[in-house]
């Protein structure tokens, strides 16, 4: 047994991470185009299943060419997410997948990722915290929450490539990368809880990648955040009724645990408790973070049984993963 308490065949699962699909470009760390060095560098950690996908489709991470990453036709987004599943088939033992989709896309790319999620290969969903400087608290999210409802899998909220706040960092792709991005997670779920979505779709499982971002510390300004201000009457999302208690909503959130920070996990445990938390690296591209992610787990999680439940027993019940 490692000490994670992963079981004998190495059978942690990591939740969040990234290959580049056959047919796509050079642009990215080399991890992304190895998946055989990648998958052996995991097994070397003690993870031996991880759930990939991508957070642009066939577009581009690259904030300068973010904007074309939500005009991908259905077929070509279909085309790249059959394109991932082709990873998983020549990696069965190693591999799952995330459709990908744009959640405001209209009817068709829904019903495509609906369908997609009834293919063994696919277990979840990936979408982006905001889309094109819009977060999903808005009103036209409704089919997508609906959606994602009635297939019941998981939902990894994933930050875009040009969060809300990018042309502030003056092309600064380091703080775009590190900084903005879990900003965007924050601020993103906080949207998605305050608009009420999780009251109206409890089936919807959502987790926030990046470990949420701060949101381990705003349950109670997110409960303010609801309540009226003076002389103004009680409104809830969309002009609803002011029935919405954020922290209610926000307990309900998985995270992973792909920020290489022990007081972030630390806070995590507090808010979410260890059955809210997923092993998530986001390597590849981050291999460098695997090791970071694994120690911190192991000498925060003194209790086997959080442990285990981290390393891999929430993921195999969240995904239903035999």
């Not at 009635?150 to 909220?157: F, Q, R, S, Y």
């Not at 972030?264 to 059955?275: D, E, K, P, V, Y």
Request: with cysteine; proline share 10%.
């Amino acid at each position: 047994m490692s000490p994670l308490g992963t079981p004998p065949a190495g059978m942690m699962i990591d939740v969040h991470g990234h290959l580049a699909a056959a047919g796509a470009g050079g642009l990215g760390p080399p991890s992304l185009f190895d998946p055989e060095g990648s998958i052996e560098a995991k097994r070397e950690q003690g993870i031996g299943l991880t759930v990939i996908g991508s957070p642009c489709g066939a577009g581009s991470m690259l904030p300068g060419a973010a904007a074309d990453n939500y005009k991908q036709p259905v077929a070509k987004v279909r085309a790249y997410n059959e394109a991932i599943g082709d990873l998983v088939d020549r990696f069965p033992d190693a591999l799952r997948a995330y459709a990908y989709l744009d959640p405001f896309g209209g009817d068709a790319m829904l019903e495509q990722a609906a369908e997609l999620t009834r293919d063994p290969r696919f277990v979840g969903l990936i979408v982006n915290s905001s889309v094109d400087g819009e977060y999903l608290s808005a009103p036209r999210a409704d089919g997508f929450f609906a959606m994602a409802a009635e297939t019941g899998v998981p939902v990894l909220v994933h930050p875009p490539a040009a969060p809300v706040g990018t042309a502030a960092m003056g092309g600064h792709l380091g703080l775009v990368e590190h900084a903005v991005r879990p900003c965007d997670i924050t601020a993103g779920i906080a949207a998605i809880v305050c608009a009420g979505w999780l009251e109206r779709y409890p089936a919807v499982r959502l987790i926030a990648a990046g470990g949420g971002g701060g949101l381990a510390h705003l349950p109670e300004k997110l409960d303010a955040a609801m309540r009226p201000w003076p002389g103004q009457p009680p409104s809830g999302p969309h002009g609803s009724p002011g029935t919405v208690v954020p922290s209610e909503s926000l307990a309900r959130i998985h995270v992973d645990t792909s920020f290489p920070n022990a007081a972030q996990l630390r806070a995590n445990l507090t808010t979410f408790s260890a059955s809210q938390i997923l092993l998530g690296t986001d390597a590849p591209p981050l291999m460098d973070q695997l090791k970071p992610i694994t120690d911190i787990i192991a000498s925060e999680l003194r209790d086997p049984a959080e442990r285990e439940r981290v390393a891999w027993r929430n993921a195999a019940e969240l995904f239903d993963l035999a």
